[in-house]
């Protein structure tokens, strides 16, 4: 326990995983994870509940719109879905712009900054329809199907009624 | 006549689907007619250099563009000089025509920029982000598609892909990446 504690203490700007950190675990507000490519591999995969990711930026109008959709979103479905944010700011921002909007919206989901050389091959890993704009926001079900894709700001409707429809299904029947 | 209506309803739901999906490498871009920003119609074939063009989507207001600015009317003022013209779009719905001009004054781009009302030429061209390039040869034939380079600051450049997909072409080699992406902004269409 206390040697986590003290390596986050030395690098502030990463938070220690445990194995899936997308576990419905809230971060403390504003903090934020820096993933390369690997890093992003396994937060796509859902792991026993249907997994919403939402790709931003502080620089993207429109993401920065639809946050606080988002963060009633996550707290209406807190325990029922796992929900994270992956924002593709420059790592410079990692510590000052990012976490501090993620303060102002009073958002608590698990937050990750996508820092990658190729953002290409990121994009392509995520979907393939996708030209890499934003903001996305795609949301799979517990088999790893995509429920909901949106290009673009959330229909906040359209995408309840997909999660509500997710989570009515019968266990096992997928 | 049930089978001509049949093949032509084959024809229409193939060519719909084509449109749909973009052009792809290969294929010759539509020669498009748009205004530009005095309202005067410029046209792809009349803007092309002999040795191609580019078209560019462009945003007045996303900071991505923004920091591409700069990049942008660096290769084209360098690439003019080698027979390769930019053409910029605007298809942001969300834009009009007084801040795009006012925003292209202070930039000073160095090609002209057309108006794409309605964003029909981004819908032909499945364009989705800002900044956006198709590299297209004297024929209109597109050769790359994608992003300009691969860092958005400008600071940590490893790979300059529109630049190599020009020298490719000028000097009779075959461009060896013909499309990469990037992290942008959204092309604000109609109706988002």
Known sequence: MIFPIALGLLFPQTVLLQTNPTKGAAVASGKVTKIDINGLKPLLKPNGKPLLINFWATWCDPCRDEFPDLVSIDKAYRGKIDF??????????IDSEVPK?????????????LSTPDESAAISLVSKDWAGNLPLTILFGEDGRVAYQRNGKIRYFTLTAELDKLLA???GIK | MKRAVFLFTVFFAFALAANAQGLAIGAAMEN??????????????????????????????????KSYNERINQIAAEYAAKGITFIGINSNATEDLAWVKSDAAKVGYKFPLLIDKGNVLADKLAANATPEVFFVDSKGVLLYHGAIDNDRSGRKITEQ????????????????????????CTIKRVGQ
């Open chain 1, 101 to 113: 909007f993620l303060r102002q919206m009073k958002a608590e989901m698990p937050a990750f900054l």
């Open chain 2, 161 to 184: 892909y529109l630049r190599t997909a020009f020298d490719s072409t000028l000097s009779g080699k075959p461009i060896e990446r013909k499309t990469a992406q990037a992290f942008g």
């Open chain 2, 32 to 65: 498009f007619s748009l205004p530009d920003l005095d309202g005067q119609t410029q046209t792809l074939s009349g803007l092309t250099g002999k040795n191609g063009a580019v078209v560019v989507f462009l945003s007045a207001q996303c900071p991505v563009v």
């Open chain 1, 169 to 171: 299904k019968p266990d």
């Open chain 1, 84 to 93: 994270l944010t992956v924002s593709l700011d420059d790592i410079g921002d």
